[in-house]
């Protein structure tokens, strides 16, 4: 009988650089095969997979799809089964990356380049959730994972054995995405995402309503409220959430999440109300051009903008504009990572804008609209799957969530160590 065989490539105890390979039938898949995005630095790659027939790609964040191009160094490359909508939001993402190595470390300093990007681009196939499709003897089934648009997990049969590859999941609602998926068909091994292990998310609506307050009150003083997060589905949900809890104003968007709206609009069908995010997204005004942006940073307004650490883009513009004005508030909307600007902004009051170190006397808000589950979710998850073993991924802490599954929960989990291989 066959077997089915999974190694961790990339993204054991840390969040980037995810890879999985999995091998069944003669057919080498990789589930996912990101960056890690080190502030300041070069993005941080996994190690090189030879001979591969197929990528799963659960989403196009590039922790999970950074180091697709890679695989096309050499011509043509495998086929990338995702959503749609992916693919789209990749077309915007790795050009990105590119002009963000390029001005950081100079031409050439990635590893693949403009060419390797298109070829990749060239060979997604697009599937459907809850429609199996096969490569070679595989079984492949994708669920909604709640993460963003296109998001998914991959249920993988073969021979009579079952894996489900998370990647990332929410098992909350919320404004733009209905919860991942939890009626699943048989799981044999789970291989499941833990950012957020130990950790608990405040109330999403709770959120919602101080981010509505915070921007009353900035604009009852006459400040420019600078909303900063991701461009891909954050400054959406935000648009969102802000228009449901009432407010009526003026909101412009600025940086790539711009280009990133009129993804996810054309593909409305992957989000959880498609009206609202027509509403939401029709009331804002896209900041085309410089000339706008003065005005904007002159205003007592409202600016959705990049980027959500604040490493770079419009939001540099709008806090210098500001600098000086207590009133004005820059408004973090998730998490920001050891030695990026929003941390070093959050923790010390100060950051990096033009080269130049720079007190930022604005107010400073940090909120949680994370994608991910929490604590609770992940548990979920496990119940809901009520696999024979678990092997979680993508978090610090995967070491000791493997431990509180096995005795906590009371299924079998472990970590192996990069290249071991675990067969079913």
């Not at 990528?55 to 160094?73: E, K, W």
């Not at 296109?150 to 909350?172: P, R």
């Not at 935000?238 to 009432?246: D, E, F, P, Q, T």
């Not at 896209?286 to 604040?310: C, E, F, I, P, Y």
Request: hydrophobic share 40%.
């Amino acid at each position: 009988m066959a077997h089915i065989s999974v190694q961790i490539v990339g993204g054991r105890t840390e969040v980037g650089r995810t890879a999985i390979l999995l091998e069944a039938r003669g057919k080498r898949i990789l589930l996912d095969y990101g960056v890690k995005l080190v502030p300041k630095k070069s993005p941080l790659f996994p190690p090189e997979v030879e001979d591969v027939d197929a990528v799963l790609l659960t989403h196009a964040h590039l922790d999970h799809s950074g180091a697709i191009p890679l695989l096309f160094r050499n011509g043509d490359g495998p086929p990338v089964y995702a959503v749609d909508v992916t693919a789209k939001y990749l077309e915007i993402l790795y050009p990105d990356a590119l002009k963000v190595s390029r001005q950081r470390d100079g031409p050439g300093a990635m590893p693949y380049g403009h060419r390797e990007v298109a070829r990749a681009l060239r060979n997604f196939r697009s599937v459907e959730y809850g429609v199996p499709f096969r490569i070679g003897d595989i079984e492949i089934t994708p669920f909604n994972s709640g993460h963003i648009p296109g998001g998914a997990m991959f249920h993988i049969s073969c021979d009579g054995v079952n894996v489900l590859y998370t990647g990332d999941f929410n098992t909350s609602q919320t404004r733009l995405m209905p919860p991942a998926e939890l009626d699943l068909p048989k799981v044999d091994l789970l291989i499941t995402e833990s950012t957020y292990a130990f950790k608990e998310h405040p109330s999403r609506s709770g959120q919602e309503r101080l981010l509505y307050a915070l921007v009353r009150q900035t604009l009852k003083k006459r400040g420019l409220a600078i909303v900063a997060g991701f461009a891909i589905a954050r400054l959406t949900e935000v648009a969102m959430a802000l228009r449901m809890n009432g407010f009526s104003g003026r909101m412009f968007l600025d940086g790539m999440a711009r280009r990133a709206l009129d993804v996810t609009e054309a593909y409305s069908d992957r989000v959880r109300d498609p009206d609202l995010l027509h509403f939401a997204g029709g009331s804002l005004r896209k900041v085309s051009g410089w000339q706008l942006r003065r005005k904007v940073a002159d205003s007592s307004t409202v600016v959705l903008t990049t980027s959500g650490m604040l490493e770079g883009g419009p939001v540099h513009y709008y806090i210098k504009s500001r600098l000086g004005d207590p009133e004005s508030h820059i408004v973090l909307t998730g998490y920001q990572i050891e030695g990026t600007e929003g941390r070093r902004l959050l923790e010390e009051g100060r950051m990096i804008i033009d080269g130049s170190e720079v007190e930022v006397d604005l107010r400073v808000s940090q909120l949680n609209f994370s994608a991910h589950a929490d604590m609770e979710g992940l548990v979920e998850m496990v119940k809901a799957a009520s696999p024979r073993l678990v092997i979680p991924v993508h978090g610090e802490e995967t070491e000791r969530f493997a431990r509180y599954i096995s005795e906590e929960l009371g299924f079998e989990a472990f970590l192996p160590s990069v290249g071991e291989e675990v067969t079913l």
